[in-house]
């Protein structure tokens, strides 16, 4: 809205703006060719005919041989307010008397001599003085405006910037209105005594010469010059046999005689301007700057700009958009005027538009920058820096969430007891080799592309597939437990042990299944999360390592996924709490597997045996292979042989599956 109250406010530089674009319009036109001369009084004739002013009788000379070669009406815009120093004036009479000529006058701040007044029917005289008002106006002598068959006056008007785009046809001068150079032609060429002219509040409301019809002009009486309306110029020591009966304009032009106007074409001289200002009324190129264009230049930026501001939402859209709308105000106006000669203004339309675009977009990419910084700081500690770079990048994969399958690992710490009493009060110590035990778990999550969802004091909780695509998500979620429990190792190696404290231990599940990820919490506090059964029962098979004995437990769906890329030996089936469904879990072992055929032969068969309710043979092989697999599974088939001792105690009914429910999460 700024932007729009600046353009309809229309400051000084914006309205010179505005103009200059206008100037772009109308000179860049197929020229018109008018039986319109333009004479010049040059250098040449200085030093032909000797120093300026001539005498009059050398006006009347000019005159003569105009006509003589043709002309139809000659305008010889050389004021004389003043008697002929060369006691010439009589001649000019005379020969003013034979051939018709019209005259020039200046508005002014004083008055000298009374000017010829072909006067005009005024409706609305009251509101005269909206139009161009003189306090005085200069004519010439009186015996010459005489004789004039009319005289016209030829004050410009510049605009703002000095540039004379416009000119008004009409000014008023102590009551009296005085026509321009153009509107004294036209009369007389019309055969009119006089001309019609109808003021309102607004000003001109109406102008017409009876003979010639109504000329458009703007509130105080100008016209648009419209500069394609050519006229053939001729030194007045050069001038052409014929001038084929055409309006013949005079006046000085050498240097410091001319008094050059500046216009969109640059410095011309003042009989140039009337005869493209001639050319301009006579044909009807009237050149017009309609009174509701600015209120639609103002609509035009307020609805495209709220246009360009809801699409930037989607960047490239938005920015093919705005070049569109940027493009179609520049060409429709360069249409409007080459078919209707209305003047709209497509530039600054289209600087109000882009002003909106940059304000827009630079609003976009700060909040997405700071979007952006926000995300990075949320998650550079918890993902990795593709990660981070992706959701800088889709910040929605954060905001509006997804669902999709995700592999899901919980970790949590082994041995923190012993570890706790070894510090005692030093809680700062503690401190510090927990957070060395949490950098030295995250770091294989990290460089697997995987995203920490939280930290919940010494546990973990990580997931792969989201927000990074990863299509071999389970294998890469299994290989990361594997290298976390490295991880751990080495962090026993060179921290815990060196310090004499006794080694700490991980023990992790892993689970694949659907997940809702995304950021989830209160509006005041939130994070980035993953809901679903998967991840509740990830989060259950890992509750249930230190019951089996083992490092790292992973789900039926894990398994199934990656069961050709790990060493995996079965677990259990087992009935989480809160679940109706029996579960198989597995562990994956690290090592070198290569001897550990046999004995997974002989792990297999003890589970068909305990299936098979043969719970003696079931404790043999337990006790066969409890060394097996580089001692990694003592622990487990120690915890099989209680079962299986326990089992013998039940009750068992004859289609027993062998699933084992679980009391406790």
Known sequence: MLVSWVYYANPALVESFKLRYFDQLIV?????????????????????????????GQYAEIIQDIYNRGAGLVVFMVLMPDEDRAGEDSTLIETMELYPVILNMLGDATSRNEPINPGATIIGPQYMDLIVNYPGIIANIPDIEAYALGSGIVNTLPELDGVTRRVPLVIASNGELYPNVTMEVLRVLAGDPSFQIRLNEFGVDRLRIPQFGEIPTDGVGRVWIDWSQTSMSYSVTAMPDDFAGGIVFVTPTAPGIANPVATALGPVNPHELQAAMLGTVFNNSNIQRPSWAPGAETLAVVLGGLLIIAIARWTYVGLVFTALLLGAAVGGSWYVFNTHNLLLDGALTTAGLVAVALIRYVVKFVSEFLQKQAIKKQFEGYASPAVVKLLQTNPD????????????????????????????????????????????????????????IKYIGDASMHIHNAPIDDPQHART???????????????????????????????????????????????????????????????????????????????????????????????????????????????????????????????????????????????????????????????????????????????????????????SK
């Open 477 to 663: 979620c299994v290989q990361t437990g594997l290298n976390m429990l490295r991880a751990v190792e080495k962090f026993n190696e060179e921290v815990i042990i060196p310090e004499g404290r006794p080694p700490v231990g991980m023990g992790a599940g892993i689970n694949t299944g659907l997940g809702y990820i995304g950021e989830m919490g209160s509006t005041k506090r939130h994070s980035y999360d993953v809901l679903g059964d998967a991840v509740s029962t990830a989060a259950r098979v890992e509750s249930k390592c230190k019951e089996y004995g083992c490092l790292l437990l992973v789900g039926e769906a894990t398994y199934e996924a990656t069961k050709e890329d790990f060493f995996y030996l079965k677990i259990d089936d087992l009935q989480v709490k809160g679940k109706s469904v029996g579960l198989s879990i597995y562990t994956v072992l690290d090592g070198d597997t290569s001897n550990w055929k046999s004995a997974q032969k002989h792990h297999e068969q003890m589970h068909n045996l305990y299936r098979m309710k043969m719970f003696d043979e079931t404790i043999k092989q337990c006790t066969l292979i409890r060394r097996s697999f580089d001692g990694q599974m003592e622990k487990y088939y120690d915890m099989w042989i209680e079962r299986c001792e326990y089992m013998k105690t039940q009750n068992l009914p004859a289609d027993w599956d062998g699933i084992f429910i679980a009391q």
């Open 28 to 56: 860049n036109q197929p020229t018109v060719e008018n039986n319109i001369y333009t004479v010049n009084i040059d250098e040449a004739a200085i030093e032909q005919r000797g120093q300026w002013p001539w005498p009059r």
């Open 397 to 452: 994969l954060v905001k509006k969430g997804i669902k999709k399958e995700v592999s899901i690992l919980f970790s949590d710490l082994r041995g923190f007891t012993p570890l706790g009493e070894s510090f005692g009060d030093d809680v700062a110590g503690l401190t510090k080799i927990m957070n060395g035990y949490m950098d030295a778990i995250t770091q294989p999550v990290l460089e697997a592309d995987g995203m920490i």
